[in-house]
């Protein structure tokens, strides 16, 4: 490089010269010029095509170093840590489900579960639990979090200890990340559009006023929203006159609506794109005897969002598979630990609105 660094100032300098005289001689040092201009391209243009290929051969080298091989592990028990973002409703479901299912296959793996203390934190202790369960030897982690990139030092330390980890309820994953075996879940953009077709299809009719208790900012809320929207946009009968955060939280979804109504007591839609926000809404619509006028909206297919539509209090809700994620973490875990095998980097479950018309096809062994 400090060659064709020297070669090229040379060839400015003598262009520069060249180009301060106006004899006939200059005009015909015009040609060595171009010439060293076009050689110096050459080398420019070979000396790219090195790097590039380099670039490419460290990225095969990485990927040959780090990507963590299936094992047969079958004289001990396999150490499975699991590392929701939080603790709630819907993490509760999946660790419910990968208990139930490895009851149920009789498999011999030991669940670890560790959770942030709070969503104002999660990256940092998320990183600090992955370390902490590295230096435990755990035979596999099943990690959720906002971004696989955000988390990319500790999956990377979790490669180099050979420690397979398997993401869970992503948002946006990058499929070439070597350092995650699968991602296990739903799509999150798809679900809040079929959510919105729904109050589309069914409430769309007439007009309405939507009000929206949205989640932490973050790429979660955002790809749920914008699926939402885009089930809901074409319809001007489905204005959003309100939208305020509510934190995933029952409590902070009953203070928000109360600012909400204050501000807008003619809506006729409250949606959020988790149960528990809603149903800390439904509180204050019961409370100002509102239910003829506000149909409520939720996403998740928690318990108490469910018995809240059995109630008639509660319009609709989503399931996203969070029980059955859980069995599927475990046989991802399974087939890649136990039996040798390798596993599809994404494996994602189909999502299902239910409303008081289709709520006998739940299954409810989902909330046990």
Same mark, same amino acid.
């Given at each position: %490089?400090? !060659?064709?660094?020297?070669?090229?100032?040379?060839?400015?300098? +003598?262009?520069?010269?060249?180009?301060?005289?106006?004899?006939?001689?200059?005009?015909?040092?015009?040609?060595?010029?171009?010439?060293?201009?076009?050689?110096?391209?050459?080398?420019?243009?070979?000396?790219?095509?090195?790097?590039?290929?380099?670039?490419?051969?460290?990225?095969?080298?990485?990927?040959?170093?780090?990507?963590? !091989?299936?094992?047969?592990?079958?004289?001990?028990?396999?150490?499975l840590g699991l590392i929701p973002v939080t603790m709630n409703t819907?993490?509760? %479901?999946?660790?419910?489900? /990968?208990?139930?299912?490895?009851?149920?296959?009789?498999?011999?793996?030991?669940?670890?579960? #560790?959770?942030?203390?709070?969503? /104002?934190? +999660?990256?940092?202790?998320?990183?600090?639990?992955?370390?902490?369960?590295?230096?435990?030897?755990?035979?596999?982690?099943?990690?959720?979090?906002?971004?696989?990139?955000? %988390?990319?030092?500790?999956?990377?330390?979790a490669a180099e200890a050979d420690i397979p980890v398997f993401l869970?309820?992503?948002?946006?994953?990058?499929?070439?990340?070597?350092?995650?075996?699968?991602?296990?879940? =739903? $799509?999150?953009?798809?679900?809040?559009?079929?959510?919105?077709?729904?109050?589309?299809?069914?409430?769309?009719? $007439?007009?309405?006023?939507?009000?929206?208790?949205?989640?932490?900012?973050?790429?979660?809320? +955002?790809?749920?929203?914008?699926?939402? !929207?885009?089930?809901?946009?074409?319809?001007?009968?489905?204005?959003?006159?309100?939208? #305020?955060?509510?934190?995933?939280?029952?409590?902070?979804? #009953?203070?928000?609506?109360?600012?909400?109504?204050?501000?807008?007591?003619?809506?006729?839609?409250l949606y959020g794109p988790y149960d528990e926000m809603v149903l800390?809404?439904?509180?204050?619509?019961?409370?100002?005897?509102?239910?003829? #006028?506000?149909?409520?909206?939720?996403?998740?297919?928690?318990?108490?969002?469910?018995?809240?539509?059995?109630?008639?209090? %509660?319009?609709?809700?989503? $399931?996203?598979?969070? =029980?059955? +994620?859980?069995?599927?973490?475990?046989?991802?875990?399974?087939?890649?630990?136990?039996?040798? !095998?390798?596993?599809?980097?994404?494996?994602?479950?189909?999502?299902?609105? =239910?409303?008081?018309?289709?709520?006998?096809?739940? $299954?409810?062994?989902?909330?046990?």
């Open positions: %490089m400090r !060659k064709f660094i020297g070669f090229m100032m040379a060839a400015s300098i +003598t262009a520069a010269t060249l180009g301060g005289c106006s004899t006939s001689n200059q005009q015909t040092q015009a040609p060595a010029t171009t010439a060293a201009t076009e050689a110096a391209k050459e080398e420019q243009a070979e000396a790219s095509e090195a790097a590039e290929s380099t670039e490419a051969e460290s990225t095969e080298a990485a990927a040959e170093e780090y990507a963590v !091989k299936p094992r047969q592990i079958t004289d001990r028990t396999i150490k819907a993490y509760t %479901m999946t660790i419910n489900g /990968a208990k139930k299912h490895i009851e149920e296959t009789g498999a011999d793996i030991e669940l670890i579960v #560790q959770a942030p203390s709070s969503n /104002a934190s +999660t990256i940092t202790e998320q990183g600090n639990i992955m370390e902490t369960m590295i230096q435990q030897g755990v035979d596999a982690i099943a990690l959720a979090t906002e971004s696989d990139e955000s %988390m990319l030092p500790y999956l990377r330390e869970f309820n992503m948002t946006e994953i990058n499929e070439e990340n070597i350092y995650y075996v699968s991602s296990i879940g =739903y $799509d999150q953009e798809q679900a809040g559009f079929e959510i919105g077709q729904w109050i589309n299809e069914n409430l769309g009719a $007439d007009a309405q006023k939507i009000a929206v208790l949205e989640g932490y900012a973050g790429v979660v809320n +955002t790809k749920r929203m914008d699926g939402f !929207k885009a089930a809901i946009g074409d319809n001007e009968n489905l204005p959003i006159v309100a939208s #305020q955060t509510a934190d995933w939280t029952r409590e902070k979804g #009953q203070s928000v609506t109360e600012s909400i109504l204050t501000s807008n007591p003619d809506i006729t839609i800390g809404g439904l509180t204050v619509i019961k409370e100002r005897n509102l239910l003829d #006028q506000v149909s409520v909206v939720g996403f998740g297919c928690t318990k108490d969002g469910v018995a809240a539509i059995e109630a008639g209090e %509660m319009q609709a809700t989503i $399931d996203v598979g969070e =029980y059955g +994620t859980g069995f599927d973490i475990v046989d991802a875990v399974i087939d890649f630990c136990v039996n040798g !095998k390798e596993v599809e980097k994404v494996i994602n479950r189909p999502s299902k609105v =239910y409303d008081i018309n289709n709520l006998g096809e739940l $299954d409810r062994v989902i909330f046990e």
